[in-house]
Nanobody, 120 residues
Framework: QVQLVESGGGLVQAGGSLRLSCAAS????????MGWYRQAPGKQRELVAA???????NYTDSVKGRFTISRDNTKNMVDLQMNSLKPEDTAVYYC??????????????WGQGTQVTVSS
């Protein structure tokens, strides 16, 4: 079983910064991609940023230039540095990891979610 534990959410004023962290634990062979998704009330969950095991990144257009995803493969951790936050960034943020746990296809695992609220 794989567990993802997130930390770092909270309330911040517009223009402020927050850093989200996610640590993976459990028994597995390898973590492929890791990423952050978010879901605002009444909206579908969307990809915010992702990073491959080799460090390649991609971002949704609305956060480019403001958010930075990083990863520490030795600690099985992924972080999301969020700068210049806007009220529209308000959402529950979920950590995601695509994990190889055995002799079967990789599976996606999710954290419990952490609330990010940006006040105007």
């Amino acid at each position: 079983q794989v567990q993802l534990v997130e930390s770092g959410g909270g309330l911040v004023q517009a223009g402020g910064s927050l850093r989200l962290s996610c640590a993976a634990s459990g028994i597995f062979f390898r973590i492929n991609s890791m990423g952050w998704y978010r879901q605002a009330p009444g909206k579908q969950r969307e990809l915010v940023a992702a990073i491959s095991s080799g460090g390649s990144t991609n971002y949704t257009d609305s956060v480019k230039g403001r958010f930075t995803i990083s990863r520490d493969n030795t600690k099985n951790m992924v972080d999301l540095q969020m700068n210049s936050l806007k009220p529209e960034d308000t959402a529950v943020y979920y950590c995601n990891a695509n994990v190889v746990t055995g002799f079967r296809p990789p599976m996606d695992y999710w954290g419990q979610g952490t609330q990010v609220t940006v006040s105007s």
